[in-house]
């Protein structure tokens, strides 16, 4: 703070404390709204006028009050305490209004400017959106408007971020994709549009990268779970082949397992009908001859004995 400033001001009111100094204020209404325009200098005061520009519009002195335009017109009357009162307001009410309060001696008490604004109900903002190659483009307008009126218009991103302009349309590229909102207001009036703007098939080169990531690892995940169980079923059966093979069968099994199965000692009716049918007769087919299972040893030849040479027989 300027400190030498503030201390030259206080000076100046002292050496003068007669000097007034005028202040400024702004007041917003609605169209068809009543407008109360106040002093606001403390006190009391004898005589106080209102004007318009350069118009004198009403005037209180004393306990009366004069018009100096036409009632129906103007559409304002003045309190006693000075305030100026304007019925139904319209848009050409709006202006530069500034009162001047004097005291029973005619001294200066207070002169105020009040900027008095009128405003109509803001139109219903619009909100469209255009999808380009990498990039959306989102359009606030609010159409309907009076000539030379202008909004503030605010658009809200997705992520949150706000971007605002004194004006009837409002445009923001970007690539952010998701719920877009849109706010038209003014002084006395506030509308908002809402909408969920998605490009398809345009999407952030992160999230492919994010995706195609995931991706990758889901396929590696899937692919080391199947080499482990696949491991783990080869090792179950290499194991169990060993044991089986290190490990002796039992002796009944191993008779179970040799002797042929009996045929049951009750034949069945079946069986009956089967064995009491006579069996057809079969050819003679001469017996195979056996094969002998080892080839026979060779014989030693038997020794050559002489022959006894036949004697003649005796006559009787």
């Known amino acids: 703070m300027n400190f030498r400033r503030i201390f030259l001001v206080k000076c100046l009111l002292l050496l003068f404390p007669s000097v007034k100094c005028s202040s400024t204020s702004w007041i917003y209404k609605a169209v068809n709204e009543t407008a109360l325009l106040s002093i606001a200098a403390p006190g009391s005061f004898y005589e106080a006028t209102w004007t318009k520009g350069r118009q004198r519009l009403v005037q209180i002195k004393g306990n009366s009050a004069r018009h100096f335009v036409n009632k129906?017109?103007?559409?304002?009357?003045?309190?006693?305490?000075?305030?100026?009162?304007?019925?139904?307001v319209e848009k050409g009410d709006s202006g530069n209004y500034t009162v001047m309060a004097y005291q029973q001696d005619g001294k200066l008490k207070a002169e105020e400017n009040i900027m008095f604004f009128v405003q109509g109900p803001v139109p219903q903002p619009i909100l469209t959106a255009e999808c380009g190659n990498k990039s959306v483009s989102v359009k606030c307008e609010a159409k309907e408007k009076a000539k030379d009126e202008a909004f503030l218009m605010e658009l809200t991103q997705p992520n949150g971020r706000t971007v605002q302009k004194n004006a009837t349309v409002l445009e923001w590229h970007g690539r952010n994709s998701g719920t877009f909102r849109c706010i038209a207001k003014n002084q006395v009036s506030e509308k908002m549009a809402e909408k969920i703007i998605k490009c398809p098939g345009k999407m952030d080169f992160y999230l492919i990268l994010y995706i195609a990531g995931g991706a990758v690892i889901f396929v590696i995940f899937v692919i080391c779970l199947i080499y482990c169980i696949r491991r783990k079923k080869i090792k179950r059966r290499e194991v169990y082949e060993e044991e089986r093979v290190m490990q002796p069968l039992p002796v009944g099994r191993e008779r179970g397992m040799r002797e042929l199965p009996?045929?049951?000692?009750?034949?069945?009716?079946?069986?009956?009908?089967?064995?009491?049918?006579?069996?057809?007769?079969?050819?003679?087919?001469?017996?195979?001859?056996?094969?002998?299972?080892?080839?026979?040893?060779?014989?030693?030849?038997?020794?050559?004995?002489?022959?006894?040479?036949?004697?003649?027989?005796?006559?009787?």
């Open 262 to 316: 009996q045929t049951p000692s009750t034949p069945t009716p079946k069986r009956l009908r089967v064995q009491q049918r006579p069996l057809p007769p079969q050819p003679l087919q001469p017996p195979l001859p056996q094969q002998p299972l080892q080839p026979p040893r060779p014989q030693p030849r038997p020794r050559a004995q002489p022959r006894t040479p036949n004697l003649p027989r005796e006559r009787p």
């Open 72 to 88: 129906d017109q103007c559409r304002c009357a003045i309190l006693r305490n000075g305030t100026l009162q304007i019925r139904h």
